[in-house]
């Protein structure tokens, strides 16, 4: 199926859980990153049972600090 | 917005004249521009250019809280404080760079930390926030302060050559929370110190920000509620990520938690905020 993930159009398996595109993807420190899955929040403990289907776009959005100091 | 009677002098139109020739803004829009009230957190990375163009763009009222003091590593990327400036406190040099720039403009320094005391108090009478902080304390204290207050606020964060933006208007998106539930813990993400930042990407990402409030106080354009705008440097990539809102958001959830400001001790890209 392709979903897009961070902008870019990808081929992964059918049914694959949102947990494990987050180890596919490589994500750094996934237990902070937020993922959004077209127009909704996944909760941190929803990861695993949620599965993506074709057409799916998902963003990890990390934290970012700086600024001041 | 309150319509304040303003008038310009022939000085001031002059000093204005490529913002008021701007279909955008025209002489209203810098009408509310004068009557605007903007207040920077941190005198920074991200402050420094967003008060120099804010003070530039002739914003009546610039509040800078800010409870450091100018360091030479500093000024890498803090472009409203000079060498000259070393050892004084940020909220004065920056004052003393606005006025330089722009003596139309009034600046009020706060040479305090801002805290879940004070902060309620420091951003009444302001119409728009600029979180220029490093540390994730200071920004979901200030984001809690804002959406508690109603306060419309442009949060920002900087890494390596990273940045990424977001607005919060009441009523229009979500907010800080919405997208990051709570601070991370200490270790979990690294600080610019240790990372470090490229200066000139303060400078994007402040510039960014201090439209965001020009677009804000003028109404011209569209803001960035709802989207995050993520920016890479090392590749030249600008993306704008829609956002949606968190309904069980503890601070701007249907059933919000939080319903008075909370400090946290959790320092994130420098130093944590002595006493909190
Ligand atoms: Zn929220």
């Not at chain 2, 605007?36 to 800078?64: D, E, N, Q, R, T």
């Not at chain 2, 000079?82 to 940020?90: D, E, L, N, Q, R």
């Not at chain 2, 920000?209 to 677009?215: D, Y």
């Amino acid at each position: 199926m392709e979903i897009t993930v961070g902008g870019l159009k990808k081929e992964y398996r059918e049914g694959l859980s949102v947990a494990e595109l987050i180890r596919l993807e490589k994500v750094e420190t996934p237990e902070y990153v937020t993922v959004a899955l077209n127009d909704e929040f996944v909760e941190g403990g929803d990861t695993e049972t949620r599965s993506l289907k074709e057409g799916d776009s998902v963003e990890f959005l990390y934290f970012m600090g700086g600024g001041r100091g | 917005m309150a319509e304040a009677p303003v008038t310009f002098s022939p000085a001031e139109l002059e000093r204005y004249s490529r913002n008021i020739i701007l279909r955008e803004i025209g002489a209203k829009g810098q009408k509310r521009l004068k009557a605007g009230k903007v207040l920077i957190v941190g005198a920074g990375g991200l402050g420094s250019p967003a008060a120099l163009y804010l003070a530039a763009a002739g914003v009546g009222v610039l509040g800078i809280a800010d409870g450091d003091s100018v360091d030479l590593s500093n000024l890498q990327r803090q472009v409203i404080h000079a060498t000259s400036g070393v050892g004084t406190p940020k909220a004065l040099s920056a004052r003393e760079a606005i006025r330089a720039l722009n003596p139309e403009v009034e600046v009020r320094a706060f040479e305090g930390r801002l805290a879940a005391s004070n902060i309620l108090e420091a951003l009444e009478g302001y119409d728009f926030v600029l979180d220029g902080t490093d540390n994730f304390a200071a920004k979901f204290l200030i984001n809690d302060a804002c959406v508690i207050a109603s306060k419309p606020f442009s949060h920002a964060g900087i890494i390596r050559w990273q940045g990424q933006l977001m607005t919060y208007v009441p009523g229009r998106g979500p907010c800080y929370r919405c997208v990051f539930r709570q601070p991370p813990p200490p270790e979990a993400v690294p600080t610019c110190r240790e990372a470090g930042v490229i200066g000139a990407l303060a400078g994007v990402i402040g510039c960014l920000q201090a439209l965001e409030a020009v677009k804000y106080l003028t109404g011209a354009g569209e803001l960035l509620t709802g989207s995050l705008l993520t920016y890479d440097a090392l590749k030249s990539d600008f993306r704008k990520v829609r956002l949606p809102r968190r309904p069980s958001c503890p601070a701007c959830g249907e059933e919000r938690t939080i319903l008075a400001p909370e400090d946290y001790g959790i320092p994130a890209c420098g130093i944590a905020p002595p006493g909190a």
